[in-house]
């Protein structure tokens, strides 16, 4: 690709993305990524299968995690929710038996949540209270959620008391109490199937001038977002140039569960593994470009033999500066002449 970059749309998990996030809106506006210009728009359509409800209340925890984390009010530590937040509403709740109480909602958390199911109950979509909720953290970027529809992730564990063997827990289920010490046996997403594209996002990735896969969750995270019906064919016909990056660094995830996805669903936990699931946009998969750390250089070959451009660089991200400086390594990739 030749030209100014004006347009970047990246499809994005939560904690991963959303500092990724964070190191790109910095090089943007720092002017340190070659050929993007430095009022370049960044749209970012974020995974909506973690959304689930409880008490009542519509939580996003991906949106939520990119919206927090570019509006400055993550907090830092846990890497999602609320910077400086207390748990009055989770210790009431538990004093009333009421549960779940391995799942807390804290109490400046909870006012985004009340505001976005108010909203939704009133007929706005997801897409338009996910606007009006960064019209209060202003993020940088335009987030949109993959679908306005109702998809939620499901994973399915061994239960020697079930007839069947099994038990299939919401994935909040699997990640917040079980803490994904189980073995994840299968994954799957209920109403995928069936949502359609949220407004924008289609042309959100056919009119971009690039598009980025970063290091989220391949499975849960980047996964769900491509099993949208007509956003795998978006990324396959779009003129941009598409590229992704690791989240796996020497055969490990940094942080998350995508070695337990991956297993359940059989693939290599490895970059190479991670980045021919993904496939080549020149074999109908999705990818022109693909990034690797320098601990995975052995990789490079399989992942270049499968048709997709690749390198082996720094992929942790300490801080805003280093992660730019590995976004502008990915788009070399694809980019230059």
Same mark, same amino acid.
């Given at each position: 690709?030749?030209?100014?970059?004006?347009?970047?749309?990246?499809?994005?998990?939560?904690?991963?993305?959303?500092?990724?996030?964070?190191?790109?809106?910095?090089?943007?506006?720092?002017?340190?990524?070659?050929?993007?210009?430095?009022?370049?728009?960044?749209?970012?359509?974020?995974?909506?299968?973690?959304?689930?409800?409880?008490?009542?209340?519509?939580?996003?925890?991906?949106?939520?995690?990119?919206?927090?984390?570019?509006?400055?009010?993550?907090?830092?530590?846990?890497?999602?929710?609320?910077? /400086?937040?207390?748990?009055?509403?989770?210790?009431?709740?538990?004093?009333?038996?009421?549960?779940?109480?391995?799942?807390?909602?804290?109490?400046?958390?909870?006012?985004?949540?009340?505001?976005?199911?108010?909203?939704?109950?009133?007929?706005?979509?997801?897409?338009?209270?996910?606007?009006?909720?960064?019209?209060?953290?202003? #993020?940088?970027?335009?987030?949109?959620?993959?679908?306005?529809?109702?998809?939620?992730?499901?994973?399915?564990?061994?239960?020697?008391?079930? #007839?069947?063997?099994?038990?299939?827990?919401?994935?909040? /289920?699997?990640?917040?109490?079980?803490?994904?010490?189980?073995? !994840?046996?299968?994954?799957?997403?209920?109403?995928?199937?069936?949502?359609?594209?949220?407004?924008?996002?289609?042309?959100?990735?056919?009119?971009?001038?690039?598009?980025?896969?970063?290091?989220?969750?391949?499975?849960?995270?980047?996964?769900?977002?491509?099993?949208?019906?007509?956003?795998?064919?978006?990324?396959?016909?779009?003129?941009?140039?598409?590229?992704?990056?690791?989240?796996?660094?020497?055969?490990?995830?940094?942080?998350?569960?995508? /070695?337990?996805?991956?297993?359940?669903?059989?693939?290599?936990?490895?970059?190479?593994?991670?980045?021919?699931?993904?496939? !080549?946009?020149?074999?109908?998969?999705?990818?022109?470009?693909?990034?690797?750390?320098?601990?995975?250089?052995?990789?490079?070959?399989?992942?270049?033999?499968?048709?997709?451009?690749?390198?082996?660089?720094?992929?942790?991200?300490?801080?805003?500066?280093?992660?730019?400086?590995?976004?502008?390594?990915?788009?070399?990739?694809?980019?230059?002449?």
């Amino acid at each position: 690709m030749v030209g100014t970059v004006q347009k970047l749309t990246v499809l994005s998990g939560g904690m991963g993305g959303a500092r990724f996030l964070e190191g790109l809106r910095h090089g943007v506006r720092a002017g340190t990524l070659p050929g993007v210009a430095s009022d370049a728009e960044v749209t970012v359509v974020a995974n909506t299968a973690d959304d689930w409800w409880i008490h009542g209340l519509k939580v996003c925890p991906d949106l939520d995690t990119v919206m927090y984390t570019l509006g400055d009010g993550i907090d830092p530590e846990r890497g999602w929710g609320r910077r /400086e937040e207390t748990w009055s509403v989770k210790g009431e709740l538990a004093a009333y038996g009421v549960e779940p109480t391995w799942f807390g909602l804290g109490d400046r958390d909870v006012a985004t949540h009340l505001v976005r199911t108010q909203m939704l109950d009133a007929g706005y979509t997801l897409s338009e209270v996910t606007e009006a909720l960064c019209q209060r953290w202003q #993020p940088g970027v335009r987030l949109l959620p993959m679908t306005d529809d109702r998809v939620e992730t499901h994973i399915a564990i061994a239960d020697p008391d079930s #007839p069947s063997g099994q038990r299939v827990v919401h994935f909040q /289920e699997y990640w917040v109490r079980l803490r994904a010490q189980v073995t !994840a046996e299968t994954v799957a997403v209920v109403g995928l199937d069936r949502a359609t594209p949220a407004p924008g996002v289609l042309e959100a990735i056919t009119g971009a001038d690039l598009v980025i896969v970063p290091p989220s969750n391949p499975v849960v995270s980047v996964g769900t977002i491509l099993g949208v019906p007509g956003i795998r064919d978006a990324l396959r016909s779009t003129p941009a140039p598409v590229v992704g990056i690791s989240p796996i660094i020497g055969r490990r995830h940094v942080r998350g569960m995508a /070695e337990q996805m991956l297993n359940a669903v059989g693939v290599e936990v490895s970059a190479a593994g991670v980045g021919t699931m993904y496939g !080549a946009r020149s074999a109908e998969g999705i990818l022109d470009g693909w990034l690797v750390d320098e601990s995975d250089a052995g990789d490079v070959a399989t992942v270049t033999e499968a048709g997709i451009a690749c390198a082996a660089r720094p992929l942790l991200m300490a801080d805003p500066e280093t992660t730019a400086a590995m976004a502008a390594d990915a788009m070399a990739l694809v980019t230059t002449p």
